[in-house]
């Protein structure tokens, strides 16, 4: 356990004290496709952003796609999902439920896409520690904030955290924050927040434990990976849709806690 936490803590240092410039030369052979879409545990709303694109990290101005027919289905019903322009695509108050299977089927221009997730478990956040650390070559002097938890020993676990300090958000797509339980299955995880700035007095600090399956972080990681590794050759993440298809359907139980930092 110490280990993990120190060779993460050290890689989380080095990033966060660097301004991270995305220029990743993808695969852009042809125009594809590109789905993002994501189903959380509970009553939420279903998302799907639709574009097409020469890569998953195109432009901004990459072009939406207005005119597709989007499903989700539950195993015995398909639900469809609101077209709410600029190729957003929203099913609302939809309940997922942890361990069932959802399909989304995205049909545009004579074309179907089809992606499977599995909804994982919920995993609880015990508590937030904030622990005052000096300035130093990596930080500010401030709170060093730790998120503390118990793995289930029953099943592997794959985890991304988020973290809100008074406003300021981390753990998005250009800084993630992705964790498996190889060597803690079972364990109580105390984990540094290296990624994140340090809070300060009276900051109100809010942190987000997404449980995801395997699928979901294996794709999260291979986003990682070409953001900030070294890929030798051009390539975009694996999506989990077929026919060619970019991006991903991923599926996350979260659990949430806020604290405001005090003496």
Request: hydrophobic share 40%; aromatic share 10%.
């Amino acid at each position: 356990m110490k280990n993990i936490i120190l060779t993460t803590a050290i890689s989380f240092a080095i990033l966060g004290s660097c301004t991270k410039i995305i220029d990743v030369e993808l695969d852009e052979a042809d125009k594809r496709t590109t789905i993002d879409a994501q189903i959380e545990l509970g009553t939420k709303s279903v998302t799907s952003k639709i574009t097409t694109s020469g890569n998953f990290f195109g432009a901004n101005s990459n072009p939406a796609v207005t005119n597709a027919a989007v499903t989700l289905n539950d195993g015995t019903t398909d639900f469809p999902l609101i077209n709410m322009g600029n190729g957003n695509y929203e099913l609302s108050n939809f309940s997922a439920t942890s361990g069932a299977n959802y399909t989304m089927k995205v049909t545009e221009n004579g074309q179907t896409y089809e992606a499977q997730t599995t909804m994982p478990n919920v995993v609880k956040i015990d508590t937030l520690l904030a622990t005052f650390t000096p300035q130093s070559a990596f930080s500010d002097s401030g709170y060093l904030i730790n998120i503390v938890f118990r793995d289930p020993g029953a099943e592997a676990n794959y985890y991304r955290i988020e973290l809100d300090i008074a406003g300021e958000r981390y753990g998005t797509i250009e800084d993630m924050i992705l964790l498996d339980d190889d060597l803690t299955n079972g364990n109580i995880v105390n984990f540094p927040l290296f990624g994140a700035d340090v809070a300060q007095l009276g900051d109100t600090v809010t942190c987000y434990l997404r449980s995801l399956n395997k699928q979901s972080f294996d794709y999260f990681n291979a986003v990682d990976e070409l953001l900030f590794g070294n890929a030798a050759t051009p390539a975009n993440p694996k999506s989990n849709f077929d026919n060619n298809a970019l991006g991903n359907f991923s599926s996350f139980a979260n659990d949430t806690l806020t604290i405001i930092v005090t003496q």
